[in-house]
Nanobody
Framework: QVQLVESGGGLVQAGGSLRLSCAAS????????MGWFRQAPGKEREFVAT????????DYADSVKGRFTISRDNGKNTVYLQMNSLKAEDTAVYYC???????????????WGQGTQVTVSS
């Protein structure tokens, strides 16, 4: 079992930055691939970014490439999402997830956090 707790969300102006953190506890964190997803009101949950356990293999949604960076610190059992040049359309609840393989689809992840709200004002 893995428990995930996100933090770092908030209100920011368009063009600004935020860094989300996801702290993991439970089973061996370093053996899991980690992902970030988001869900805006009235929309389905969508993939944002994912990172393999080795920290060398990452994937991003086209909508965030060049603006968001996913990273992890296995020593701290934490995964991060650095979000720069934020846009109003980035407004959503952001969730981190853990799974056995790096994937861009939500169903491939076994554990989920409770989410953190990110609101970007235009």
């Amino acid at each position: 079992q893995v428990q995930l707790v996100e933090s770092g969300g908030g209100l920011v102006q368009a063009g600004g930055s935020l860094r989300l953190s996801c702290a993991a506890s439970g089973r061996t964190f370093s053996s899991y691939a980690m992902g970030w997803f988001r869900q805006a009101p009235g929309k389905e949950r969508e993939f944002v970014a994912t990172i393999q356990w080795s920290n060398l293999d990452t994937d991003y949604a086209d909508s965030v490439k060049g603006r968001f960076t996913i990273s992890r610190d296995n020593g701290k059992n934490t995964v991060y999402l650095q979000m720069n040049s934020l846009k109003a359309e980035d407004t959503a609840v952001y969730y981190c997830a853990a799974g056995s393989v790096k994937a861009t689809t939500a169903r491939r992840y076994d554990y989920w956090g409770q989410g953190t709200q990110v609101t970007v004002s235009s």
